[in-house]
């Protein structure tokens, strides 16, 4: 049945476990209270999303396998990047098979997607235009007709705004009916009146180099890595990792991975009791001994201290 809802967050894990994909991780890397906001359509097999969080973060994520996902801007913004490739207010992203990616802003970021079963997307673009529609490997830069990408804003745009206002009107068959009918017809229109930039074999290198990354440092269990033997388990020099990160995180590894065993801190602590282990037991394990320097960097980045933290009822 057709359905909608509208749903605000104070936290960045609420945020992602809300979010419909595949053990998304969300590290922020800006200072300041975090809010976010997820309208979510569900037409059955299409989906109508739009996102909005207002500080700088890296999210690790994947889209759902055996789907066809477009990604775009809803409103201009600080940078904004999908797999190392630039969301800008004339592109859309069209996402990839590939298994994993980074997803990285500057700030106050909006953005939207559709999403629709690759195997309709495939059978869509056969019968209206005569097109192999099916999903990339790797995520594409699109840059649509401008007649065309307005259209899908407008429509998405009027989407949300009706599961905010009236979700009543989307929950009806044939409105839900006609609104993912227009969707696809619009999505097929962009990609189709769309310029592809040129696939480059540094950008599938480097998009490939990161997902090894990402599997070195989840297999670290929060541990510790040194760029060393990071470099040696993902197959790269630090010169090319370096230029990797920047692209795909917007900094480089090391701050990166700073920034994520912090988070992965705050986890630990919001799931412990204080009765149950110590701050120090916790920070140890994740490879934090100057603590009073913790102490100061956790309260910047989070707004309260490791402590209190783990004060929390869990």
């Known amino acids: 049945m057709p359905s909608s809802a509208v749903r605000t967050f104070a936290d960045p894990d609420d945020y992602t476990a809300a979010v419909r994909a595949t053990n998304a991780e969300m590290t922020i890397i800006g200072r300041g209270h975090f809010e976010a906001k997820l309208v979510h359509i569900d037409l059955g097999d299409l989906w109508v999303r739009r996102y909005a969080d207002n500080l700088p973060r890296i999210v690790h994520s994947s889209d759902e396998p055996g789907y066809a996902t477009i990604s775009f801007r809803t409103r201009p913004g600080p940078s904004l990047r999908k797999n190392g490739l630039e969301m800008l207010p004339s592109n859309i992203i069209r996402c990839g098979r590939a298994d994993t990616y980074y997803h990285q802003s500057d700030g106050l970021a909006h953005f939207g997607s559709v999403t629709l079963q690759a195997e309709d997307m495939a059978a869509a673009g056969a019968a209206i235009v005569g097109c192999n529609l099916a999903p990339p490997h790797e995520a594409l830069n699109v840059t649509p007709s401008p007649t065309s990408l307005d259209k899908l804003q407008r429509l998405h745009q009027a989407a949300g705004a009706l599961a905010e206002a009236a979700p009543a009107i989307i929950a009806h068959p044939e409105a839900s009916r006609g609104l993912k009918q227009a969707m696809i017809g619009s999505m097929i229109d962009c990609l189709v009146s769309g310029n592809l930039d040129e696939d480059r074999s540094a950008t599938r290198q480097h998009a490939a180099i990161m997902r090894r990354f990402h599997h070195v440092i989840e297999r670290s269990a929060g541990e510790p890595i040194y760029i060393p033997e990071l470099c040696r388990a993902v197959g790269a020099s630090e010169r090319t990792l370096l230029a990797c990160c920047q692209e795909h995180l917007g900094m480089g590894p090391k ?13 630990a602590l919001r799931q412990s009791s204080p009765g149950g282990t110590t701050v120090t037991e916790l920070a ?6 100057q603590f009073g320097r913790l102490a100061v960097e956790y309260k910047a980045l989070f707004g309260e201290t490791p402590s209190a933290t783990l004060a929390r009822p869990v």
């Open 255 to 267: 701050h990166y991975l700073l920034l994520r065993r912090m988070h992965l801190l705050r986890r």
């Open 284 to 289: 140890t394990r994740y490879g934090f001994w």
